[in-house]
């Protein structure tokens, strides 16, 4: 291959990585800020506003969801920190997935665009 058609797989892998390194980052500043600030358990009401999402929702999903603690029948619980990390997360996941599309793009934009022998 050219040297041109590598520069946006490069790129993509560049940003890519930069990308994985500042999520490592930001989950371990979180976990050192677990060692320093104790957690608070929130009400299904004050989770559904930092999630914006709706109460039914978080009912339907609690088991699935990682800040989720049961504390006794009928009473459901909500991590705050647990919360804050499953959102960077989440934010995060969703730029990579990003990152992969317009490199799949940027891939197929370049061999349609590739003169035909």
Not at 62 to 74: D, E, T, V
């Amino acid at each position: 291959m050219n040297q041109p058609d590598n520069i946006p797989s490069l790129l993509g892998e560049a940003l890519l990585g930069a990308i994985r390194q500042a999520v490592r980052e930001e989950i371990q500043s979180l976990i050192r800020r677990d060692d320093h600030e104790s957690d608070r358990l929130l009400t299904a009401e004050k989770a559904t506003q930092m999630l914006s999402v709706s109460p039914d929702w978080l009912y339907r999903n609690a088991r699935k969801l990682p800040f989720s603690r049961k504390l006794g029948p009928k009473m459901l619980r909500f991590s705050h920190l647990g919360i804050e990390k499953w959102i960077a997360t989440k934010k995060i996941s969703l730029e990579i997935e990003e990152i992969e599309k317009e490199k799949v793009r940027s891939r197929r934009h370049h061999l349609r665009e590739r003169p035909r022998p």
